[in-house]
């Protein structure tokens, strides 16, 4: 696969996973902003997927809110193998 369109894949499962995880919590995006230690603009650039959060947002996620590292990764996986198959 691509470099660009493993980027894709990263941006698409990270931003969905890491929307999910913050309504899993209740949290707004305020706040989890706040506890990626990120502003609100980069969070919502984030969420929406304009953007991939940064090396150490992500370390930040990985380490201290993702309920299910392992599950995200497997998405990651499942969603490059999906689109190697489409291919």
């Known amino acids: 696969m ?7 894949v990263f941006k ?20 989890m902003a706040t506890k990626l230690q990120i ?3 980069t969070y919502c650039n984030i969420e929406s997927g304009r953007s991939l959060c940064g090396t150490m947002t992500l370390l930040i996620y990985l380490l201290y809110i ?6 995200l990764l497997e998405g990651i996986r499942n969603r490059k193998d999906e689109k190697e198959k489409s291919v």
């Open 2 to 8: 691509k470099d660009k369109k493993m980027h894709s």
């Open 39 to 41: 502003d609100l603009r």
């Open 12 to 31: 698409e499962v990270i931003t969905e996973h890491i929307k999910a995880t913050r309504k899993e919590l209740g949290l707004t995006q305020a706040e």
């Open 66 to 71: 993702c309920p299910d590292v392992n599950g």
